[in-house]
């Protein structure tokens, strides 16, 4: 009969403590999905930067884009406060930013076609 108990409490609490691990069903971690695409006759070199709102460095990378060539960038950041991406060329940059704890995964675009630089991007899943 004590076995018994003592097999449902273990279960219990092996139980609670798998859900605390899982937590409450909210991600620990947003996500930035990122395309950069030369748009341009010639290639470009780029920086790419993402930062949080309290100075966290995400992702620092360097690349060299091909005419007509798009590169996919994906960063992990924290689940809340604003965080910002800054693409940077030679003589250009482009800016984007989202609230984490609003957007759980932003999809952002920077486009890059002799000087001119467009940016577009949107929460594609909001928590």
């Not at 060299?64 to 924290?78: K, S, Y």
């Not at 604003?82 to 984007?96: I, K, M």
């Amino acid at each position: 009969m004590h076995r018994r108990e003592l097999l449902t409490a273990a279960a219990t609490v092996t139980a609670s403590a798998v859900a605390g691990c899982l937590g409450s069903g909210e991600n620990d971690s947003g996500r930035l999905d990122l395309t950069v695409r030369n748009d341009g006759d010639e290639a470009v070199d780029i920086d790419v930067v993402v930062r949080g709102d309290d100075g966290t460095l995400y992702a620092e990378e360097t690349d060299r884009i091909d005419p007509g060539v798009a590169r996919a960038f994906e960063v992990t950041v924290d689940a809340t406060g604003r965080h910002e991406v800054v693409v940077t060329g030679g003589d250009w940059e482009g800016r984007l930013a989202w609230d984490a704890a609003v957007c759980a995964l932003y999809d952002g675009t920077v486009a890059v076609d002799a000087g001119t630089v467009s940016t577009a991007g949107e929460c594609v899943d909001t928590r």
